[in-house]
């Protein structure tokens, strides 16, 4: 494992990198989501994360993801994506966390092998956790596949976020790919001059030494950005044109989301 | 246009400009050559009022780039449009989601009127032969193509005072001309160029006047061809290299200036 | 340690979402007053370098891999409303992209890890690294130790918020609506893995990083930096800090003690939706629950045994009554963190006082 963890590192940052490319392309299509207004969508698929949240009921729950496979449908969001990408990478992390509880907690007792006891309760607490996490996870992943990223913080914008968080958000997306691209670039030059896999310890330091160039290197860089929105004349709050405009169909969006949600809470309660 | 009188400046401590004078007029094209270290980026940030000088007077039109000058926006914005700098590394000018953003943000700083912004924006990018690109994030940009959109992303303001700091660096030969060639187009205009650089073989098309800095002073100032041809100077400020080769017993050295594709000697 | 959407009930996402909100209150309004503007920049690339590191994993002594946080080395850096900042951008921006941490529980996230974290971090290293200079050895162990205790400090606070889940939100039959381990369970759970894996890794990043950056470059951790590299626009004045962290402080102490109270209060609320039962309800619920471990089978007792035996300490009392353990755990929470803090204020003030009289 610990001969992987250049590799796997290098690894994780192209695939960092071609995921976000993914969603370009995505947002692009002329399917359900994409034509409304970004702020309906993050209105919208947010209600229907909370609804999921609210409820209590598994059959709400499950109605819910129905929903957001629809909606993936609808906006010609590949399903093979989804499944690879949230639908089982959720399944094994909180399908693992889950799985002890289907034998330890109390309740009635459905089924028995040896010591271990299979309760009714565990097993709809398990289903009720995981059913959720996918849900919410497929709803956040839906809003961020169908809107590119500027989109995303206009919308935030106009939901009265503080215009500091939003250029925080804003810079920090692209310094985290500067970032990489510094990384990578460092990664692959050692790569090919490493003879052979080094012992833990000496990654651990090679680690550390990458962050601490890293971090130099970015920190001036962010002196030099600074000087650079001085001198186009940034002198203290960022301005932004808002591009945005609501039509009818908009509203109407807006309406079913906050409906859809809210009947699934009040059912669901 | 620009006085600078005895300017002194340092980086915490680390000397960059010591004791420096120079006058540009308006509409002048310089040139200002000088090896790394030897103060030209420096300089230029204290032409844009970036940083304030340690000691000494800089001076735009008569008024003088300080601190509490510059915090007063009858000042501060006139003056952020007039005078534009563009600087060496372009992923530094490029922190805007898209392209089109990118070109956008310095007259929405300025608090244009949405639709002269819009406008503008759309004929500088048709100008630049970028409208392509104007969706596009600006880290997945080739090197010209983000030159490109920097360079923009300061015209779009129509400025008076161009500071361009190493302009053709790391650029591939195509992108390096069609920078000079724009850079030539303003020969002639009002427009003032002030041009950092090391390149020697640049410096014929962009500049009439050339000011050779070395360790934060001026070295020369003088035309473009007087300085070129004045080799003792040039290898004196680091500019040029003597550069040895044998010929059976006999050794010639003679200054050497390395360039893309040729070789001066 | 990133919490994900359905762990934790709407409740306590709502108050955790208000600690965390003061959280970024101060944090702003403290920045505000040095130049937000300047360090804005500067707080986006630590977030994004935090965001990187928590990508990273790194080989840990034993073969296995954990992962960072990189909030000390923000902490160190940039102070703790800084690192505040910095850590819930990054906490914001995986769990909207990478689905990495749940939109409602982004509140929680940020408490824990930003929040608690930065404080934690800061704090104990300030602590441990006064009077040191600069390129002292002793701010490299005082950056490792400080970066373990802050990881186990906020898995302590997710693993608290997991464990309350089941006794204060489950339905009529008991089934655990939200995260359905005890505190008996999720503490040793959480806290396993990161006394060992995830605190070591932060402490190794942070360390090292010091160590580097003492050679490379040490104006990042003398503490100018607000300082240096003045521009021209808006070069403020710094303010004594005491009197705001002081504040930050005291909301972060009233909000833990009021937590409890709260999602006590809101739990009883939320398990009744029927007036009707209203006046039942509790003792219902009780006494539900109280029938259920006659019927446990004894099989299933020795398994729970077996979960809750490495805290022996613990268990009998959580399993017998509920709302004592609760209160246990978060007063041990609330007490280490006003420990840590108190401690950094004496010596911070002890500091300044020589200082100003040298």
Redesign the interface.
């Known amino acids: 494992m610990s001969g992987r963890f250049l590799e796997s590192t290098a690894m994780g940052f192209a695939r960092a990198i071609t995921r976000a490319m993914e969603s370009e392309r995505i947002a692009r299509q002329r399917g359900l989501l994409q034509r409304l207004d970004p702020r309906v969508r993050v209105v919208g698929l947010l209600s229907l994360i909370l609804a999921a949240t609210l409820t209590r009921k598994i059959g709400v729950v499950a109605a819910l993801f129905g929903v957001a496979v629809l909606l993936a449908i609808l906006s010609r969001v590949s399903l093979l994506l989804l499944l690879r990408r949230v639908w089982l990478v959720v399944l094994a992390f909180t399908g693992v966390i889950a799985l002890p509880a289907i034998f330890i907690t109390p309740g009635t007792v459905m089924a028995r092998t040896g010591a271990l006891q299979v309760t009714e309760q565990g097993l709809r607490t398990a289903t009720l956790l995981v059913l959720r996490v996918e849900t919410a996870v497929s709803l956040c992943s839906l809003l961020v596949l169908c809107t590119p990223w500027a989109m995303v913080l206009q919308s935030l914008r106009a939901l009265r976020l503080p215009r500091e968080a939003v250029a925080m958000l804003a810079m920090t997306y692209r310094y985290v790919f500067l970032l990489v691209e510094t990384a990578s670039q460092m990664f692959e030059s050692r790569r090919s001059r490493r003879v052979g896999i080094l012992p833990g310890a000496e990654q651990r330091r090679m680690a550390a030494r990458t962050a601490g160039v890293l971090l130099s290197k970015t920190v001036e860089t962010s002196n030099e950005v600074y000087l650079a929105m001085q001198s186009r004349g940034f002198r203290g709050e960022v301005e932004t044109l808002s591009s945005l405009h609501m039509t009818m169909w908009d509203y109407i969006g807006l309406l079913l989301f906050l409906l859809a949600g809210a009947f699934a809470a009040w059912i669901g309660r | 246009m620009f006085e600078l009188r005895e300017v002194f400046f340092d980086y915490d401590g680390v000397p960059a400009l010591q004791g420096l004078s120079l006058d540009i007029a308006k509409g002048e094209r310089v040139a200002l050559l000088g090896a790394n270290g030897s103060g030209k980026s420096t300089l230029l940030r204290l032409l844009d009022g970036l940083y304030p000088a340690a000691k000494g007077a800089v001076l735009f039109e008569g008024a003088p780039l300080t601190a509490e000058h510059l915090q007063d926006d009858s000042f501060t914005l006139p003056f952020r449009r007039r005078v534009a700098l563009v600087f060496q590394n372009p992923d530094v000018q490029l922190f805007n989601p898209t392209v089109w953003d990118e070109v956008a943000f310095a007259p929405l700083q300025l608090r244009w009127p949405k639709e002269q912004v819009v406008a503008r924006v759309d004929e500088t990018l048709r100008l630049m032969g970028i409208s392509a690109l104007r969706e596009r994030p600006p880290y997945r940009l080739s090197g010209g193509e983000k030159k490109r959109v920097a360079l923009a992303s300061v015209l779009v303001l129509d400025p008076e005072v161009l500071l361009l700091d190493e302009p053709t660096a790391t650029l591939d030969p195509r992108s390096q001309s069609q920078v000079i060639d724009l850079i030539q187009e303003w020969k002639g205009s009002s427009r003032t160029v002030i041009t950092a650089t090391h390149q020697l073989e640049i410096v014929e098309d962009i500049a009439d006047r050339i000011i050779v800095m070395e360790e934060g002073r001026v070295a020369a100032d003088g035309a473009t061809g007087q300085i070129l041809g004045d080799r003792e100077l040039l290898l004196r400020a680091n500019l040029v290299h003597a550069h040895r080769h044998s010929h059976g017993d006999v050794t010639h050295s003679h200054p050497h200036v390395h360039s893309h594709g040729k070789h001066e000697h | 340690m990133h919490i994900?959407?359905?762990?934790l009930?709407?409740s306590t996402?709502a108050v955790l979402y208000a600690g965390a909100a003061s959280g970024w209150y101060v944090a702003?309004r403290r920045l505000k007053r040095v130049l937000?503007?300047?360090v804005?920049?500067?707080?986006?690339?630590f977030?994004?370098?935090s965001?990187?590191?928590m990508?990273?994993?790194?080989?840990?002594?034993g073969?296995?891999?954990g992962h960072a946080l990189g909030v000390t080395?923000a902490a160190i850096?940039l102070g703790p409303s800084g690192a505040i900042?910095a850590l819930s951008?990054?906490l914001?921006?995986q769990?909207?992209?990478?689905?990495d941490g749940?939109?409602?529980t982004l509140g929680a996230n940020c408490f824990n890890m930003a929040i608690v974290g930065s404080l934690v971090a800061y704090g104990a290293y300030r602590l441990m690294s006064a009077r040191a200079a600069v390129g002292d050895r002793r701010r490299i162990i005082a950056a490792g130790i400080a970066g373990y205790v802050a990881v186990n400090a906020a898995a302590l606070c997710a693993a608290m918020e997991f464990g309350i889940q089941p006794m204060l939100f489950h339905?009529a039959?008991?089934?655990?609506?939200?995260?359905?381990?005890r505190l008996g369970?999720a503490i040793p759970a959480m806290m396993i893995g990161h006394l060992t894996f995830a605190g070591m890794a932060e402490a190794?990043?942070s360390?090292?990083?010091v160590?580097?950056?003492q050679v490379?470059?040490p104006?990042?951790l003398s503490r100018s930096l607000t300082l240096?590299?003045?521009?021209?626009?808006?070069?403020a004045k710094l303010r004594p800090v005491a009197s705001s962290t002081r504040r930050l402080w005291i909301a972060v102490a009233m909000l833990m003690l009021l937590t409890p109270l709260g999602i006590l209060a809101a739990g009883t609320a939320w398990g009744e939706?029927s007036p009707a039962e209203l006046a039942r309800g509790a003792s219902s619920r009780a006494a539900a629950v109280r029938s259920?471990?006659p019927?446990?089978?004894s099989?299933?007792q020795?398994?729970?045994h077996l979960?809750t035996a490495p805290f022996p300490a613990y268990a009998p009392a959580f399993v017998r009554s509920r709302g004592f353990g609760y209160l246990l755990s978060a007063m041990f929470g609330v007490g280490l963190l006003l420990c840590l803090s108190l401690a950094a204020q004496r010596v911070l003030e002890r500091q300044r006082r020589r200082r100003a009289a040298a």
């Open positions: 994900p959407d359905g762990y009930s709407p996402c702003l937000l503007t300047r804005v920049p500067l707080i986006s690339v977030a994004a370098f965001f990187v590191v990508m990273f994993n790194l080989p840990l002594p073969g296995t891999t080395i850096v900042l951008i990054a914001a921006i769990a909207l992209f990478f689905g749940g939109i409602s339905d039959s008991g089934t655990p609506l939200y995260a359905p381990y369970v190794v990043i360390a090292g990083i160590a580097y950056l490379a470059d104006a990042l240096s590299y003045t521009s021209l626009v808006g070069a939706w259920l471990r019927e446990a089978p099989g299933m020795r398994l729970s979960w």
